[in-house]
């Protein structure tokens, strides 16, 4: 009787956790800024394009931009920590946009690279993004350009949009229906800590070997 009582003690407990744990959020910790670090800037990301970050105190506001799709990012920065939800637009062929929204992270790092002689310093966003309020689940990372580089996307307006979408475009939009893990064989300036980095060509390139 007393063996029944206590297998069934450990079935009730089993359940208890896995229902706790089902609702439970994923926690994501934040940590120190690296010396010299700021999500403030431009940065290059390998699946949605070209992304700016503008910080006012906690606020950080972001956009980005690629082939057929606009995105927006309001965040709050703690530390090297940027929570935030993002709002994307996608538009098709024809013409017709499709809104899609969740939540995300990124952790700002910095890696050196380098050999034994020469090292740099290279500024790099790894986050991940989820739908509806799931802030994880899908990766996405994105590089930083050099300090030189100026901010120049605006805010998604579906009438802008359109007058940029041409009808020879044999491209759909990439989006949150793609991995953000891919790579871009097409090279352009990171930031680096060196103050002699050249300046940044405006051209919207990708980068290779975002991710570890």
């Not at 706790?20 to 120190?32: E, L, P």
């Not at 390998?46 to 799709?69: I, N, Q």
């Not at 890696?111 to 802030?135: F, I, N, P, Q, S």
Request: aromatic residues 10%; proline residues 3%; negative net charge.
């Amino acid at each position: 009787m007393r063996t029944a009582l206590w297998i069934s003690g450990l079935i009730l407990a089993s359940l208890a956790t896995v229902g706790c744990g089902g609702s439970q959020a994923t926690v994501i910790q934040a940590g120190k800024m690296p010396p010299g670090g700021t999500f403030d800037g431009v940065y290059q990301s390998p699946a949605y394009g070209r992304m700016e970050f503008t910080v006012d105190g906690k606020s950080a506001l972001g956009l980005y931009e690629g082939e057929r799709h606009w995105g927006r990012i309001e965040g709050e920065v703690n530390g090297n920590l940027l929570t935030f939800h993002w709002t994307q637009w996608n538009a098709d062929m024809q013409g017709k946009v499709r809104e899609s929204s969740g939540r995300g992270y990124f952790k700002y790092k910095i890696d050196v690279e380098g050999g034994a002689t020469t090292t740099r310093e290279v500024h790099r966003l790894k986050g991940e993004w989820g739908y509806g309020e799931a802030e994880t689940g899908n990766v996405w990372g994105a590089v930083k350009l050099s300090k030189r580089a100026k901010k120049r996307l605006k805010p998604y307006s579906p009438d802008a949009a359109s007058s940029e979408m041409s009808s020879e475009d044999e491209y759909g939009a990439s989006g949150f229906d793609e991995s953000a893990g891919g790579e871009m064989n097409q090279e352009t300036e990171v930031q680096m800590s060196e103050p002699e980095a050249e300046e940044e060509e405006d051209s919207g390139g990708g980068v290779d070997d975002l991710f570890d």
